[in-house]
């Protein structure tokens, strides 16, 4: 297994945060990686969001869980492995992205990929944040 984890303090409540994080196909507003972003459904478990970088990347992500307004987890199936992060925001003012990544190939892929899929994630909390005080 491979994790990583960032976090972020912020003055928004946890109802302005989810409402974002609910509002798929605005979150290219906040995450300056994405191009489009969209949910199939509503947002809650079981709902399938994929997401097209301005690289023109397609990643499909399954919703795992949905906790209104604490957290929502999503997952992507990549072959031997499984990325999934939890997104948590606390009563206490913190955002917070864990990232696993799971499954026979993650020893081996986890230390590369893992970097590379998680490594805006300072910039993206910060955004997020920054968008859920206004």
Do not use: C
Request: charged residues 30%.
């Amino acid at each position: 297994m491979w994790s990583t984890e960032h976090s972020v303090e912020t003055s928004a409540s946890p109802e302005a945060v989810w409402r974002l994080w609910a509002d798929v196909p605005r979150w290219p507003d906040w995450n300056a990686d994405l191009a489009q972003a969209e949910l199939e459904g509503e947002f809650r478990e079981g709902s399938t969001i994929r997401m097209t970088s301005k690289d023109g990347d397609v990643v499909e992500l399954r919703i795992a869980e949905a906790v209104e307004p604490e957290r929502f987890v999503d997952e992507a199936a990549l072959g031997g492995i499984t990325v999934r992060t939890t997104h948590l925001v606390q009563p206490t003012g913190r955002i917070v992205y864990r990232m696993e990544i799971t499954g026979p190939d993650a020893d081996a892929v986890g230390p590369e990929l893992g970097p590379q899929i998680s490594g805006d994630f300072p910039d993206v909390l910060k955004a997020l944040a920054e968008h859920a005080e206004r």
